[in-house]
């Protein structure tokens, strides 16, 4: 059952790590940073790039983190770590200069910055080291794993556990994908390289934003700075979305204990259909726009119609794009259904950014490991309360996932403020001891029947309901 070796002279390190991670995301870096104060512990983390960044295409200047700064890498599991973003500040001299600016939601870019300032420091991350294969080692009962140098120098390291922490793809909306190619590279992209194209799309007489999420709103802001104030110049900015609304994220107090452990351990107990259901039902707390961007957009539209002007922009709900073809002359005719008035409409646009999301991906590195994972029905891991994917019973190692548990543990999967908890639950699963306790009840929120109340018989429901039920006169539909 040993996969064939992909690597054809590697140097082979012999003692296998504790521990190691793929990808130096935040997920993987809060357990790098967490892991680096357990003695004796080996762990080694590896990312394909060349140096830390964080979403380099959507750094623009003035976004903010969406959640607050105590979600750092490592304060909600430990907060005496060095890692912290409080410490950070320290080393760089500028804790009065954060005291007073009282913020509680920090730049994006400083994030990044922190971020970088962790991983440089902690002698576990490696980088230029792009994965190509995950091995299950008979012989040495530990994970080989394969990374490669953009220089093409081929390492080998063997490793008792490992976590996944690669990260999601960007997604395109299916009429758009033949246009991302050579021919329109930077008037055809995907929101994750808006930066990068920037001041090209500034320039443009015409651009269309598709998608209503946080980074669609963002961008479409982004343009609409480029015009003026009385709108002249920059770009004439349509945004696109197919949900019905331009609709605010869930930010209450009480919604957001949904980003609690106690709502991960509801969530794995319900069946796979429930689960389903309440992760399109609940796309509020993981998919809208925050309210301040929201309103930062209405402000400049507002601005624009001062005096009696028209703002250069248009915004349209519950419209999806059908087709998108090159209009011969550096443009494109983008075609779009309205989908609550069944109709259909074109218009002409010079550039398009799809501001579509990102999904979990299966790694290509994983191939040679396949056989050995055992996917559910809908290929996806299968993954336990510790974050543990299930595997065939001979491998003796654990392979663990970060961002990739949606379907099994919730909303809360891709969103940096349980990244320290669940980093911290996998170590301790790792270390095979209680490194750092994680509290499993933090919310005020009851989400299943209370524990505490007098469970009652599904039958004496039903036999109560009856006489209420028939005593209803209407249609029928409301006696289900
Ligand atoms: C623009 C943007 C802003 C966001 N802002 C917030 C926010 O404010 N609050 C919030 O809660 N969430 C936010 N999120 C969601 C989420 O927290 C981030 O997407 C986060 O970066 C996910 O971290 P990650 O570690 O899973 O993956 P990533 O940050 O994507 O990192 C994955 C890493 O894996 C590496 N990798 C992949 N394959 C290999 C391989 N084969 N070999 C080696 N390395 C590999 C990649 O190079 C990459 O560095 C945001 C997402 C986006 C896109």
């Known amino acids: 059952m040993t996969a064939p070796s992909t690597s054809p002279d590697p140097s082979v390190h012999d003692a296998p790590y504790d521990l190691v991670g793929i990808g130096i995301g935040p997920f993987n870096l809060s357990l790098a940073a967490l892991a680096d104060s357990v003695p004796g512990f080996r762990s080694l983390f590896l990312d394909a790039k060349p140096a830390f960044s964080w979403h380099p295409g959507l750094l623009m200047e003035g976004t903010t983190l969406q959640v607050p700064f105590l979600a750092d890498l490592v304060t909600m599991a430990d907060p005496t770590s060095p890692w912290s973003y409080l410490n950070y500040l320290r080393h760089h001299e500028r804790m009065f200069k954060f005291f007073f600016s009282e913020r509680f939601h920090i730049p994006r870019r400083e994030y990044d910055h922190y971020c970088r300032w962790v991983a440089e420091r902690l002698p576990s991350c490696h980088f230029d080291a792009h994965v190509t294969a995950l091995e299950w080692d008979e012989a040495a009962e530990a994970f080989a794993v394969v990374h490669r140098s953009a220089a093409g120098e081929q390492t080998r390291v063997l490793a008792r556990q490992v976590v996944l922490g690669v990260g999601t793809d960007p997604v395109v909306p299916e009429p758009l994908r033949p246009l991302l190619t050579e021919t329109h590279a930077g008037r055809v992209l995907h929101s994750a390289d808006y930066r990068t194209h920037r001041a090209r799309l500034g320039a443009a007489s015409d651009v269309t934003v598709i998608g209503a999420g946080q980074s669609g709103a963002e961008v479409a802001l982004d343009l609409l700075r480029h015009q003026d104030g009385d709108g002249e110049g920059g770009p004439y900015v349509r945004w696109l979305a197919r949900t019905t609304a331009f609709a605010p994220m869930e930010y209450s107090k009480i919604g957001l204990e949904h980003f609690t452990p106690d709502y991960i351990r509801y969530f794995r107990a319900l069946p796979e259909a429930t689960r389903e259901r309440l992760i399109e039902e609940q796309w509020q707390l993981y998919k809208g726009v925050s309210e301040e961007t929201l309103g930062e957009i209405h402000d400049e539209l507002y601005e624009r119609t001062i005096g009696g002007g028209e703002p250069r922009a248009a915004l349209h709900p519950g419209v999806e ?57 809908k290929g996806r891991y299968q993954v336990d309360g510790d974050y543990r994917v299930a595997l065939d019973p001979r491998v003796s190692g654990a392979l663990y996932v970060q961002n990739a548990e949606m379907h099994t543990h919730g909303v809360s999967a891709p969103d940096l403020t349980l990244g320290a908890w669940r980093a911290a639950a996998i170590l301790n699963a790792a270390a095979g001891r209680t490194v750092l306790p994680v509290a499993p009840r933090q919310a005020f929120t009851t989400f299943g029947a209370p524990q505490d109340a007098a469970s009652v018989p599904e039958r004496t429901v039903a036999a109560a309901a009856a006489p209420a039920a028939t005593a209803v006169s209407g249609p029928a539909e409301i006696r289900r």
């Not at 646009?349 to 490991?369: C, E, N």
């Open 321 to 377: 794009i059908v087709s998108a073809e090159p209009d011969g002359a550096d443009g494109y005719v983008l075609t779009c259904r309205h989908g609550q008035e069944e109709s259909l409409f074109e218009f002409r646009t010079s550039a398009i950014v799809s501001a579509t999301g990102y999904a979990a991906r299966r790694p290509d590195f994983l191939d040679t490991l396949d056989g050995l994972v055992d996917w559910d029905g």
